[in-house]
Each structure stands twice: as structure tokens, then as C-alpha cells.
């Protein structure tokens, strides 16, 4: 959620200091997005106030009540992204252009039923539950499945989250607001059973057998700076749509789903507190089109490699699926332990 702002002299407004503080934890969790908020720390030194109305957002608020959220351990004095944008100058008001600095929290709801909003229509422009899947933004989305990953547990029970999406009236464009923390999966999973997140995964090898990776995006919360098969994970789509999906949005690819086979399993899990994950490798027979970087956030290249000489910055389970597939293997595990 965006922090939310009160009148000036309010006991609960936040100071200068405890913007600092929360601007350091995050930094600690993402020392490269340093030059992303070198503005707010400086407009912290500099100013004796930097929460005045002339440099912070006007207060936004959805109608949830304090009672009903609580906060994760893991995220409790730390946002989970610091999002910067630019704001026109506005002669009306006699504001000069300048930068606004959103911090979004992550927060669980302390009852099974979501509470009922009631939105300040002159800021807000509209609310809604989304799953992590329906997510815009590339980045908050990574951060979200990383955080959910950890286990969020601010209140007892299933720790599965959405996401409350709040758009501004006027000053940006649709964008992720508020976090609060939910359970939709409640009733339809059995007792006892574990989640796990499904990802699909595309084996591409062209006329000379080289087989396509992507290298992803230095700040990326997955696999920074390390070679991947084009993937996605499934929102409410079979496995073989979201591929063909992902392959058209990522790299311009055009697949036909009856042109597609699974060829390989992966399950794994990246630690014992993880949730664990199947990976769906498909392989696609044809295709139209050369790859292209149509999503610079999460991948910087595309390349074409030899199945003997794959880079040493390789996803272990992607190199394990490749391995399994070499072999004429359907099925392998990453991270339970050998077998």
C-alpha cells in the first residue's frame, strides 16, 4: 500500500526518521535500487520537513479500518517495493515538477471475510482483488511470488495472498496501490495439502540444435544476471495458453498450441520453508518469428546456445531439464534432496 499521509501535527504522521529507516531496510533487501531513491534520501536531509503537503501525496484511503489488517513479521518495518514516478508541475497549486516516492507494505487481514470498502472517489478511482497472476507491474509481481515464497505469516492459517488494486484518480495511470494480505484459496484445497505454484517453460531449439535462453535482468528479484528458458507462470489458463502467451508477449514468438508438446517435469522447491513449484517444459515444433526483448525489465537478451556449451549462469533447474531432455527423461526434481 502506498504510505498512507495525515494532516500535519497528526501523532501518527510519519517523521523524517522513521521515512529514513524504512527507506534503509528496504535498501537493505535491494542495495542495487539506491539511485532509484537517492532523491527522497536527499529531500530527507535537506528538508525540515519531509512530509509536508508541498512534497508528499494526499492522503488516499480505501475505507479499512486499522483492526483489520495486521503486519508479516518478515515485512513488519520494510516495504516491499519503494515505486518512484514523475509528476507534472502543477501552476494551479504552484507546485514545481517533481518526484512522488510510493511505499508499498504488505499486510494480512485479520478475518477470513474481506471488509467492505469505501473509497474517496476525488482520489480514488476504482479497488479491486486481484490474484498475484493479474499483477501489471513485472517487478512488484516478481516481489510478491519472492515474499510469498518466504512464507508471509502475519496471521495464523494458509499464508496465500492477493492483492487489493487501487487506481488513482488522476495523477497516474492504473498502477498497483494497496497490499492487504487474503486467503482466496480458503475451503477448496483438502486438509493438509501444500500449494504449489505452477510455472510453464519453453524449450526452443532451432535448425542446429541450440537451444533459446534469456538472460534476465540484473535488478530482477529471480535469477539476476543468469540464463533461463522463456517462462511464465499460470494465471486462469491451461498450461499450453499461457505459453503460447508468454512466447508472443516476451519475445514476439507465434505458437500454435497444437504445435506443442510437454517434454519435460521439473518439481522443485528452493528451500525447506519454500513453496514448492512444478515447471512445465514444453517444446514447440514450429514457430513464426525471431526472438526479440519486448520485456527489457525481466530479460536483456536472447541467445541461441549449443546443448554442450550452456553458460555457467544457469537456473539449476532450467540446466535440469535440459540435462532430463538430453536423456529422453520426463521427469526430474530439484532441491528435495538426491535421489
Request: charged share 25%; with cysteine; aromatic share 6%.
Amino acid at each position: 500500500m502506498t504510505v498512507p499521509c495525515r494532516k500535519r501535527g497528526d501523532a501518527h504522521a510519519p517523521n523524517s526518521s522513521a521515512i529514513r529507516e524504512a527507506v534503509e531496510a528496504y535498501l537493505g533487501r535491494h542495495p542495487d535500487e539506491y539511485d532509484a531513491v537517492a532523491g527522497l534520501l536527499a529531500a530527507i536531509e535537506d528538508s525540515a520537513d519531509a512530509t509536508a503537503r508541498t512534497v508528499r501525496e494526499g492522503c488516499e484511503e480505501a475505507g479499512l479500518r486499522p483492526s483489520e489488517l495486521c503486519a508479516t513479521p518478515q515485512f513488519l518495518d520494510q516495504p516491499i517495493d519503494v515505486d518512484v514516478h514523475d509528476i507534472d508541475a502543477n501552476p494551479v497549486k504552484g507546485e514545481p515538477a517533481h518526484q512522488h516516492f510510493d511505499f508499498r507494505f504488505v499486510f494480512c487481514l485479520t478475518a477470513d471475510q474481506r471488509p467492505a470498502l469505501a473509497l474517496q472517489e476525488e482520489e480514488v478511482a476504482g479497488a479491486q482483488w486481484l490474484s498475484y497472476a493479474d499483477v501489471r507491474s513485472p517487478t512488484l509481481r516478481a516481489e510478491l511470488l519472492a515474499a510469498e515464497a518466504d512464507r508471509l505469516d502475519g496471521r495464523p492459517g494458509p499464508d496465500h495472498m492477493s492483492a487489493l488494486i487501487r487506481r488513482h484518480a488522476a495523477e497516474h495511470p492504473p498502477t498497483v496501490g494497496k497490499l492487504v494480505g487474503t486467503d482466496p484459496l480458503s475451503g477448496e484445497a483438502p486438509t493438509g495439502t501444500e500449494l504449489h505454484i505452477v510455472g510453464v517453460h519453453l524449450h526452443l531449439q532451432d535448425d542446429q540444435g541450440r537451444i533459446l535462453l534469456g538472460l534476465r535482468h540484473p535488478d530482477s528479484a529471480f535469477a539476476p544476471n543468469t540464463w533461463h528458458f522463456l517462462a511464465g507462470h499460470c494465471e486462469r489458463e491451461t498450461a499450453i495458453d499461457c505459453l503460447v502467451r508468454e512466447a508472443e508477449e516476451e519475445a514476439g514468438l507465434t505458437i500454435a498450441p497444437e504445435d506443442v508438446d510437454l517434454v519435460h517435469t521439473v518439481h522443485h522447491v528452493d528451500s525447506p520453508i519454500a513453496r514448492p513449484r512444478i515447471a512445465l517444459v514444453f517444446q514447440a515444433r514450429s514457430w513464426t518469428g525471431d526472438p526479440e526483448v519486448l520485456e527489457p525489465d525481466r530479460c536483456v537478451e536472447w541467445r541461441w546456445w549449443k546443448p554442450q556449451e550452456l553458460p555457467d549462469a544457469l537456473v539449476p533447474y532450467t540446466r535440469r531439464a535440459i540435462e532430463g531432455i538430453l536423456r529422453g527423461r520426463r521427469y526430474s526434481e530439484q532441491g528435495w534432496g538426491e535421489r
